[in-house]
């Protein structure tokens, strides 16, 4: 069975620091690429970060730009998200999600939805 399994988040000060690990299991991880994406209340749902397995190559959001760096470790089919200079409207339910890679020029196509898989998220609450 294929499972995604997110995991890291919690409460903090803005300012403050989370990682986030999404563990997979499954399927062939160098064939995928996995991103992270986010819902917050009263909000649709908005792709942060992706990372193409096989080389690592990978996406950001404008709004977490120089803040979040997502990174792979093939060895234990887990994705990170560390995030960085938190603020209060990064509060949201993170969700991390699979995709089959087909080796798109521009990483952030690799994450475009419909995604293949899903984990259960996890909720980050930046206080002010």
């Known amino acids: 069975d294929v499972q995604l399994q997110a995991s890291g988040g919690g409460l903090v000060q803005a300012g403050g620091s989370l990682r986030l690990s999404c563990a997979a299991s499954?399927?062939?991880?160098?064939?995928?690429?996995i991103g992270w994406f986010r819902q917050a209340p009263g909000k649709e749902r908005e792709g942060v970060s992706c990372?193409?397995?096989?080389?690592?190559?990978?996406y950001y959001t404008d709004s977490v730009k120089g803040r979040f760096t997502i990174s792979s470790d093939n060895a234990k089919n887990t994705v990170y998200l560390q995030m960085n200079s938190l603020k209060p409207e990064d509060t949201a339910v993170y969700y991390c999600?699979?995709?089959?890679?087909?080796?798109?020029?521009?990483?952030?196509?690799?994450?475009?939805?419909?995604?293949?898989?899903w984990g259960k998220g996890t909720l980050v609450t930046v206080s002010s």
């Open positions: 999600a699979a995709k089959r890679s087909w080796g798109y020029y521009n990483t952030m196509h690799e994450c475009r939805n419909p995604m293949n898989y």
């Open positions: 990372i193409r397995s096989r080389d690592g190559s990978t």
């Open positions: 499954g399927f062939t991880f160098d064939d995928y690429a």
